[in-house]
């Protein structure tokens, strides 16, 4: 079964708006990373916050974790059209035996319209 | 960030044939890893491409019908054999250097099976 669950599992926006996503798993993690992908295109890395960390920031992006929860939020400030896509998180499992096997939630599907 | 490809980057295949899928990457990558994201869902991890060793399957996938090689730590490929219509989707290659770290994504093989 999927580590992560996100919600929502779409979301509409008009260009300028925040559009917040969020994330929840299940065991501990290592780490949690966001993804973005574009119309069935390959993933781009967004972030990266380690178990340790609490929000992280880049550009127009923060995400926060909170492993109390097990919950993360990815916000979008600001939003363009160029910002639709599909957004995942991805959990690397603690003391899994793989090291590093990520595991997927099942997407946020972002749409801003112009 | 490591600069992935694969090819093909989509193909049409019909059942019962199959298909090599190639990932490349510009530098030495510790990890290899082969994920499939079947129409409208998320990703699953189907191997991890081990260096010198056979593949770290996960549950759901066996060798016989998606045998992966990784003769060095620059390429590895991922066979899908006796193909039937189950099996379009996409399927993505991603590297990573070690263990929880970033893990980034080629740009994806966009498989349709007949």
């Known amino acids: 079964s999927q580590q992560g669950e996100e919600d929502p599992q779409a979301l509409s926006i008009q260009e300028g708006e925040n559009a917040t996503m969020n994330c929840s798993y299940k065991?501990?993690?290592?780490?949690l990373q966001w993804y973005r992908q574009n119309s069935g295109r390959g993933l781009v890395h967004l972030i990266l916050i380690r178990s340790n960390e609490r929000e992280k920031h880049s550009g127009r992006l923060r995400v926060t974790l909170d492993t109390s929860k097990k919950s993360s939020s990815l916000l979008i400030t600001a939003s363009r059209a160029a910002d639709t896509a599909s957004y995942f998180c991805?959990?690397?499992?603690?003391?899994?035996?793989?090291?590093?096997?990520?595991?997927f939630g099942g997407g946020t599907r972002l749409m801003v319209k112009p | 960030s490591a600069v992935i490809s694969q090819k093909p980057s989509r193909d049409i295949c019909q059942r019962g044939t199959s298909l090599t899928i190639q990932c490349q990457v510009d530098?030495?990558?510790?990890?290899m890893f082969w994920y499939r994201q079947q129409p409208g869902q998320s990703l699953t991890l189907i191997a991890t491409a081990n260096q010198g060793s056979e593949a770290t399957y996960e549950s759901g996938f066996v060798i016989d019908k998606f045998p992966i090689s990784r003769p060095n730590l620059t390429f590895s490929t991922l066979t899908v054999s006796n193909m039937s219509p189950e099996d379009s989707s996409i399927y993505l290659c991603?590297?990573?250097?070690?263990?929880?770290?970033?893990?980034?994504f080629g740009p994806g093989t966009r498989l349709t099976v007949l």
């Open positions: 991805a959990t690397d499992a603690r003391n899994n035996n793989a090291g590093n096997m990520l595991t």
């Open positions: 065991t501990s993690i290592n780490n």
């Open positions: 991603s590297v990573a250097q070690g263990a929880a770290d970033t893990q980034y």
């Open positions: 530098s030495q990558v510790t990890m």
